[in-house]
């Protein structure tokens, strides 16, 4: 859906208002957008999540194709089974951004169950 007069997040004011219903023909948008939003109900972007406090490190390399990164910022953390909140270790792997990429297009092939701790 495209709407070239979408007004933009009273928040941030850089990114366009989360859509929020359409009623007789006119479109009502929230207040902010969805990064703002999620942002105050305390998800992700930002601020502390359950991996920050989890204590989790990342590896050096991917774990699926075993890229080695120059900097850590070229890896991510995998949540296996697609739950931000379940830390445990078994659920979480590194992985690189080409892989991470592809993770979200076709989930892995990873079970849970086929994971073993790294410790
Ligand atoms: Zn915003
Ligand atoms: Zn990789």
Redesign the pocket.
């Known amino acids: 859906m495209q709407y070239k007069d979408r007004p933009l997040?009273t928040?941030?004011?850089?990114?366009p208002k989360a859509y929020a219903y359409k009623r007789y023909g006119r479109v009502y948008w929230r207040s902010?957008?969805d990064?703002?939003i999620r942002k105050r109900a305390g998800k992700r972007v930002g601020g502390v999540t359950a991996l920050q406090r989890s204590g989790y490190k990342k590896h050096r390399k991917c774990e699926l194709c075993g890229f080695k990164a120059q900097d850590k910022a070229q890896l991510d953390v995998l949540f296996v089974d697609g739950d931000m909140r379940n830390t445990v270790s078994t659920n979480l792997k590194t992985v690189c951004a080409n892989c991470q990429r592809l993770g979200s297009t076709r989930r892995l092939g990873w079970r849970v169950g086929h994971l073993v701790a790294d410790d």
Do not use: Q, S
């Open positions: 997040c928040e941030c004011k850089t990114k902010r957008c990064t703002c």
